[in-house]
């Protein structure tokens, strides 16, 4: 079911924080902000912005799905020459300068600065205390999910957990190293689970729950690979018996069945000429397309299959013909330029259409706690076999082998995850936390490109580099 909660609180987040520079995330009207939190109305329009925040370019919207995607051996955008942002980061030579990752660091920032405004604002409203401390709740799942983002895309982060009031304090925040970073993601979830409730009904379908608290910090446990702790926070997820597997995977890629029981995170579009539809179908087709497949709008050539993709599958997979179409039909003419089915839908107008984004869904719950069991075990268990038959059993696929050693069941659920998860950017940090990046995606590129270890992370931007050169220096590496 379509929700669009968070609707109206867009205009607000434009009014509370400054999108220029992190260093520049004080509000524009300091009284406009002191008096705007006076009662549980104000507070949830408040929170609503920052869900708004996820649809983001930098965020949700477009460019992370990229940098999560497009870098990994999965999907590829179409090299439009020169030294455009899409083709530097598919093909691993980013500068400095590089737009898209301005765009990460300025839109995620932006959306962290205003969940600091308001944890440090709610506190002293007079309203219900349970719903006060959801909303809390809901702000630290946010800015977890946020700091996780970031961590994984630049590695050591300057860590903002309070709200910036001048730009001179702005250079206070230095970056700090991932451990820390990570250590506060998991205070923030571990606090935020408790306050938060199971689901939501009506116009709150879409925000974040227990679950959606538990799943991440498993994924955050795995990252960091504390395997035990994952496994025990992802078997919670599981017995909890909130999600299930949609017995159709085809299912999943409606926009009429969003927000499902597969659905644990999804961050939440709704077209209508509102500004707040998504262009992923428009985003993600060929583009030589033009408005062939999108008719409304045109074609980007962002996250297009790779062959190495479309050969992963195995015979009889049922998800390669639900995910993968292998190119259209021009004047009579079939143009072979393959592109991912997941996110279709009729735009209202261009980029503006009802696909949400699943951020976390229960397959992907379900494969982690196997590779959690796998690391924990040093080899699969009954449970990590019956994890990731369930979702080989909904591709038609036979179950596993058994007796597979520790690295042929790794291997294997790599490949799972591939295939189940492809296009919605898993890939490349699936490959960067296993310590496969380097392998796998020099064996992609067959010596034509060769990566090194420095680009497991991006490039800080220049631009954060130059106004806080003593606290803000360059992933080594990198040059302007």
């Known amino acids: 079911m379509k929700k669009y909660f968070y609707i109206v609180g867009i205009p607000m987040l434009m009014l509370i924080s400054c999108k220029k520079s992190f260093l520049e995330l004080a509000p524009l009207d300091s009284a406009n902000v002191q008096n705007f939190?006076?009662?549980?109305?104000?507070?949830?329009?408040?929170?609503?912005?920052?869900?708004?925040?996820?649809?983001?370019?930098?965020?949700?919207?477009?460019?992370?799905?990229?940098?999560?995607?497009?870098?990994?051996?999965?999907?590829?955008?179409?090299?439009?020459?020169?030294?455009?942002?899409?083709?530097?980061?598919?093909?691993?030579?980013?500068?400095?300068?590089?737009?898209?990752?301005?765009?990460?660091?300025?839109?995620?920032?932006?959306?962290?600065?205003?969940c600091n405004i308001a944890l440090a604002r709610i506190p002293d409203v007079t309203m219900d205390e349970t719903l006060k401390n959801r909303y809390i709740g809901e702000l630290k799942f946010l800015r977890a999910l946020m700091y996780f983002n970031l961590v994984r895309t630049f590695g050591d982060v300057p860590l903002v957990l309070n709200e910036v009031k001048s730009v001179q304090e702005g250079y206070e925040h230095n970056r700090v190293k991932k451990e820390d970073a990570y250590a506060q993601i998991i205070t923030d979830l571990s606090e935020a689970e408790p306050n938060l409730p199971d689901s939501y009904a009506d116009e709150d379908i879409g925000r974040a729950t227990k679950g959606a608290a538990k799943s991440l910090l498993g994924k955050v446990y795995l990252t960091i690979k504390n395997y035990s702790a994952a496994a025990i926070k992802l078997k919670e997820v599981i017995d909890g018996g909130k999600y299930q597997l949609l017995p159709d995977y085809a299912s999943l890629w409606l926009t009429s069945n969003e927000n499902s029981v597969e659905s644990i995170f999804e961050v939440q579009y709704k077209k209508g000429g509102t500004s707040t539809g998504s262009g992923f179908y428009s985003l993600f087709?060929?583009?030589?397309?033009?408005?062939?497949?999108?008719?409304?709008?045109?074609?980007?050539?962002?996250?297009?299959?790779?062959?190495?993709?479309?050969?992963?599958?195995?015979?009889?997979?049922?998800?390669?013909?639900?995910?993968?179409?292998?190119?259209?039909?021009?004047?009579?003419?079939?143009?072979?330029?393959?592109?991912?089915?997941?996110?279709?839908?009729?735009?209202?107008?261009?980029?503006?259409?009802?696909?949400?984004?699943?951020?976390?869904?229960?397959?992907?719950?379900?494969?982690?706690?196997?590779?959690?069991?796998?690391?924990?075990?040093?080899?699969?268990?009954?449970?990590?076999?019956?994890?990731?038959?369930?979702?080989?059993?909904?591709?038609?696929?036979?179950?596993?082998?058994t007796g597979l050693s520790y690295n042929a069941f790794a291997l294997a659920l790599e490949h799972e995850r591939q295939v189940e998860l492809a296009f919605e950017g898993h890939r490349w940090f699936d490959l960067v936390r296993t310590g496969r990046a380097l392998d796998v995606i020099n064996a992609h590129f067959n010596g034509s490109i060769v990566v090194q270890d420095y680009q497991l992370v991006y490039p800080i931007p220049q631009s954060e580099v130059e106004l806080n050169p003593d606290g803000v220096k360059q992933n080594p590496g990198y040059h302007f």
């Open 37 to 114: 939190y006076n009662n549980a109305n104000d507070v949830r329009v408040a929170v609503n912005a920052v869900y708004g925040s996820l649809q983001t370019p930098g965020q949700y919207g477009d460019v992370y799905v990229q940098v999560a995607e497009v870098r990994s051996d999965n999907t590829m955008n179409d090299d439009f020459g020169g030294n455009l942002a899409a083709a530097e980061l598919d093909q691993f030579r980013m500068t400095t300068s590089n737009g898209f990752m301005s765009s990460v660091w300025n839109d995620t920032y932006s959306g962290i600065a205003s």
């Open 285 to 401: 087709l060929p583009y030589n397309s033009g408005s062939i497949i999108a008719e409304i709008g045109f074609a980007n050539g962002r996250n297009l299959p790779t062959q190495d993709l479309i050969d992963a599958y195995e015979p009889g997979d049922l998800r390669k013909d639900i995910s993968i179409s292998p190119g259209y039909v021009d004047n009579g003419n079939f143009v072979n330029e393959p592109y991912t089915l997941k996110f279709r839908d009729q735009a209202f107008e261009p980029f503006d259409a009802d696909n949400n984004w699943p951020v976390l869904r229960y397959a992907d719950v379900l494969l982690m706690y196997a590779e959690a069991l796998n690391d924990v075990n040093n080899g699969p268990t009954t449970d990590a076999y019956e994890m990731i038959d369930a979702v080989r059993h909904r591709a038609g696929l036979n179950p596993l082998a």
